[in-house]
């Protein structure tokens, strides 16, 4: 299993992970999906997430969280795809992006569901 997962950070230091495509594999590998979840709702660099497996959704509708987010009172803040696309394309407009600018872009997305331009 990666070892980016069920694990804590700051929004900064997993921003820094997903630049670099540390998170990813070369091909599909459903290990390497993930979900952030975290207890604050403004998008800073020094917001506490956890990464951790995506909420998984029973036949019945029911949303099972992982354990930890549930006892932290976490919610779910974005999905592997939305931090990735955020920081892909902000990359692919200007290659020496900062993770502060990153934060930016990601918290831009959330409230705005579109891209920012750089």
């Known amino acids: 299993m990666p070892n980016f997962k069920n694990k804590t950070y700051r929004l900064s230091e997993f921003i820094e992970i997903v630049k670099n495509k540390q998170e ?14 975290a207890v604050e709702a403004e998008v800073t660099g020094d917001l506490e ?3 951790g497996d995506p909420v998984e959704v029973t036949d019945s509708d029911e949303e099972i969280y992982p354990e ?7 919610w779910y803040f974005c999905s592997d795809e939305n931090i990735q696309d955020v920081v892909d394309l902000a990359l692919s407009q200007r290659a020496d ?17 579109d891209f920012m331009d750089f």
């Open 49 to 51: 997430i956890y990464v």
């Open 68 to 74: 930890y987010a549930l006892t932290h009172d976490m």
């Open 97 to 113: 992006i900062s993770i502060k600018q990153l934060v930016e872009a990601l918290g831009y997305y959330l409230e705005h569901d």
């Open 24 to 37: 990813r594999s070369e091909q599909y590998n459903p290990l390497y999906n993930y979900a952030i979840y």
